[in-house]
């Protein structure tokens, strides 16, 4: 199986930034895309950003210019920097994986797999 671990978040001031990092491990052969959603509370959840195994990044309106997704392939870890942060984008954060995972010799499965989740609050 892949398990995806979150770190990063916390009480922030408006306007302030935050950096979330995600990493997965176990017996992963390669990674396609790569994604953070938020929920906020009473809300469903959203995408915020993504990014494919080429680079390609995609993001909500919501967060254009103000939040950059990127990518490590070496270290399977996924990057959310969140710049002038606002009270809306107060959520609990979750990072999003799928790709193939080795299941024997020469053989794979997919997998998509979620992080537990981690709160960021922005409020003075």
């Known amino acids: 199986q892949v398990q995806l671990v979150e770190s990063g978040g916390g009480l922030v001031q408006p306007g302030g930034s935050l950096r979330l990092s995600c990493v997965a491990s176990?017996?992963?052969?390669?990674?396609?895309?790569m994604a953070w959603y938020r929920q906020a509370p009473g809300k469903e959840r959203g995408l915020a950003a993504s990014?494919?195994?080429?680079?390609?990044?995609v993001y909500a309106d919501s967060v254009k210019g103000r939040f950059t997704i990127f990518r490590d392939n070496a270290k399977n870890t996924v990057y959310l920097q969140m710049n002038n942060l606002k009270p809306e984008d107060t959520a609990v954060y979750y990072c999003?994986?799928?790709?193939?995972?080795?299941?024997?010799?020469?053989?794979?499965?997919?997998?998509?797999?979620w992080g537990q989740g981690t709160q960021v609050t922005v409020s003075s």
């Open positions: 999003n994986m799928d790709g193939r995972r080795r299941t024997g010799y020469l053989l794979y499965a997919p997998f998509n797999s």
């Open positions: 176990g017996t992963i052969q390669d990674i396609a895309g």
């Open positions: 990014i494919t195994s080429g680079g390609r990044t």
